[in-house]
């Protein structure tokens, strides 16, 4: 049972262009949003994240944006450079409950020079 | 200030085996927790321990079990491994228990073999 999916395994976009990663989850309890990403050989790193009272958070070139009522969120990359490929997870858990972050399968962003 | 660091980094066993792999949080953060990353299944979670406490645990066997010392170092134990178990395994460290930014290692590649 996925509860957080990213059902773009990869993507390729042009350096200079939006990147946009997409992410949809199914339980409706999850009320903060976070998005990783990660390089070869390291670990994930955190790059942004959003509160299910928001529905938009910016942090220089990247953005997240959530949409609750279609339990959807996505990660903007404008403009996309080619040190931003990489894999991207999104991941989505709930205060109120057990701790527990739920992490989706990841998208594999290649940004072409 | 230092990052979490996780020892081995690469590990090979055979069927039936037992493995302890270990986790170093960043200075002053007290919660630990564990993900197994597979190829297909993006970032699973193991369990988070706080304070020395396990606090929440996921969905997988007994055979994976885990501590966490006064110092905030974890570890996590595999007993009687499966071929199943090869995967990247990676530790999180964030200040608090809860829903906070987490902090990742490099992660422990286990090939069982």
């Known amino acids: 049972d996925q509860q957080v999916k990213q059902n773009s395994p990869s993507l390729s976009v042009q350096e200079g262009r939006i990147s946009i990663l997409n992410c949809d989850y199914t339980?409706?309890?999850?009320?903060?949003f976070l998005w990783y990403k990660k390089y070869p050989a390291e670990g994930p790193t955190f790059l942004i994240s959003?509160?299910?009272?928001?529905d938009k958070n910016e942090d220089g070139r990247f953005t997240v944006f959530l949409n609750k009522s279609a339990k959807h969120l996505s990660l903007h990359i404008v403009p996309s450079q080619p040190g931003d490929s990489a894999v991207y997870f999104c991941a989505a858990s709930h205060t109120s409950g057990t701790y527990k972050y739920i992490f989706g399968t990841g998208t594999r962003l290649k940004v072409l020079a | 200030k230092a990052g979490v660091t996780q020892t081995p980094r690469y590990l090979i066993k055979t069927r039936g085996q037992q493995v302890t792999l270990s986790c170093s949080p960043i200075s002053g953060h007290r919660s630990v927790s564990w993900y197994q990353q597979t190829p297909g299944q993006g970032l699973q979670f193991l369990f988070e321990?706080?304070?020395?406490?396990?606090?929440n645990k996921g969905n997988f066997p007994g055979r994976f079990s885990g501590r966490q010392f006064s110092n905030s170092r974890s570890e996590m134990n595999v007993s009687t491994l499966e071929l199943g178990d090869s995967a990247l395994y990676l530790c999180a460290s964030s200040l608090l228990a809860g829903v906070n930014e987490q902090f990742f290692g490099p992660g422990t590649r286990l090939t069982v073999l």
């Open positions: 321990y706080f304070s020395e406490t396990q606090r």
């Open positions: 959003i509160s299910s009272i928001k």
């Open positions: 339980n409706s309890m999850f009320d903060y």
